[in-house]
C-alpha cells in the first residue's frame, strides 16, 4: 500500500490512474477504523479496479467544544488494517496541507445541510461539503463509498454532486453493527461499559417503530411520539432528534412510505451518536 502525504502526489496518482482508464474506488474516513469502515473498502475493492482510501481528521466539520482534540487517532492500526484489505492507495494528509495558510473557500450545502444533524451541530455539514469537495477533486474517483449511517451525510453529499457536477458516483452501504445491534462508529470507544447498554435503546427503538411499520401504523406522529416515549424514559440517553423524513431533502414527511428514512441522534453520557433504517 503507497502512503501520500501531499496534494501534489495524490494529484500525480490520480493522473497515472486516469491513464489506465481504471475504475478507482475512493473510501474516505477520519481513521480509527472499525469493521464498518472496512465493509466499505471490500465493497470498493469487489467493484473497483483500485481502491484509495483516505485518513483525514477535518478540524473544519468540529464546532466548539466537539470531540477534535480527543477524537481517536490509531494511525498505524489503521495502516495494518487496510493493508490487509488491499487497499491500493492510502491518502493521509495533515490540516495544513488540506487548508493551507489564507485558505478561506468552503463549501455549503444551503437547506438540507441545515436539517438533522446540521440544525444540531451548525456548520458541521459545510466542514463535512467542504473536505468531501476537496477530496473528490484531489483523489479523482469513479465511485466514492459511504455509509447509510450517516444518513444526513449522504444526503447533503448527493445535493454536493448534483450541484457541482462532479463525475463520481455515490454509493450508500448497509450499516454494520455490533452483536447487541449497536451502530459501529469510532466514537463508540468514548462509552463506558455502562453506557454502551445503555446506548442499545436507539437501535432497540428503531426496532420498535419498523415493528409497527410492518404491523400498519404509517403516520409519523403516532411513530415518533411512541419512540419518543421509550427513548425519553431509558436510563442515560439525551435525545437530541427522532424524525421521520425524506432521505434527500430530510424535509419531515407525514407518512412513512416505502424509502423513508426514520433517523434517531441521542447523547449516552457526553457521547453523541446516530442510528436510523429506511423503510422498506
Given at each position: ?37 472496512l465493509s466499505l473498502v471490500r465493497r470498493a475493492r469487489s ?144 462509552l463506558s461499559a455502562l453506557e454502551g447498554k445503555q446506548a442499545l435503546v436507539l437501535h432497540q427503538t428503531l426496532l ?73
Amino acid at each position: 500500500m503507497r502512503i501520500i502525504k501531499t496534494v501534489a502526489e495524490m494529484q500525480n496518482v490520480r493522473r497515472e490512474l486516469w491513464k489506465r482508464s481504471s475504475v478507482l474506488g475512493f473510501v474516505p474516513t477520519m481513521g480509527a477504523l472499525h469493521e464498518g469502515h472496512l465493509s466499505l473498502v471490500r465493497r470498493a475493492r469487489s467493484e473497483c479496479d483500485l481502491v484509495v482510501a483516505s485518513i483525514f481528521v477535518n478540524p473544519l466539520q468540529f464546532g466548539p467544544g466537539e470531540d477534535l482534540a480527543k477524537y481517536p487517532r490509531t494511525f498505524e492500526e489503521d495502516c495494518r488494517l487496510l493493508e490487509l484489505e488491499r487497499v491500493d492507495v492510502l491518502f493521509a494528509p495533515e490540516a495544513i496541507e488540506m487548508y493551507p495558510t489564507g485558505s478561506v473557500t468552503t463549501v455549503t450545502v444551503s437547506e438540507v445541510g441545515d436539517r438533522l444533524d446540521g440544525a444540531s451541530r451548525p456548520g458541521h455539514f459545510t466542514g463535512v461539503a467542504t473536505v468531501v469537495a476537496k477530496l473528490f477533486h484531489v483523489v479523482g474517483p469513479t465511485r466514492a463509498y459511504f455509509g447509510q449511517k450517516d444518513a444526513a451525510q449522504l444526503a447533503v453529499l448527493r445535493q454536493l454532486v448534483r450541484d457541482l457536477n462532479f463525475d463520481v458516483e455515490l454509493v450508500g452501504c448497509a450499516i454494520v453493527r455490533d452483536k447487541d445491534g449497536l451502530a459501529l462508529s469510532s466514537r463508540n470507544k468514548y462509552l463506558s461499559a455502562l453506557e454502551g447498554k445503555q446506548a442499545l435503546v436507539l437501535h432497540q427503538t428503531l426496532l420498535q417503530l419498523e415493528q409497527m411499520i410492518r404491523d400498519g401504523e404509517r403516520q409519523s406522529i403516532a411513530l415518533v411520539q411512541s419512540g419518543m416515549e421509550t427513548l425519553n424514559s431509558a436510563a442515560g440517553i439525551r435525545l437530541d432528534y427522532l424524525a421521520i423524513v425524506d432521505p434527500n431533502t430530510l424535509l419531515p414527511v407525514t407518512s412513512a412510505g416505502t424509502g423513508t428514512l426514520v433517523a434517531v441522534a441521542a447523547y449516552v453520557g457526553s457521547t453523541r451518536l446516530i442510528d436510523n433504517f429506511l423503510v422498506t
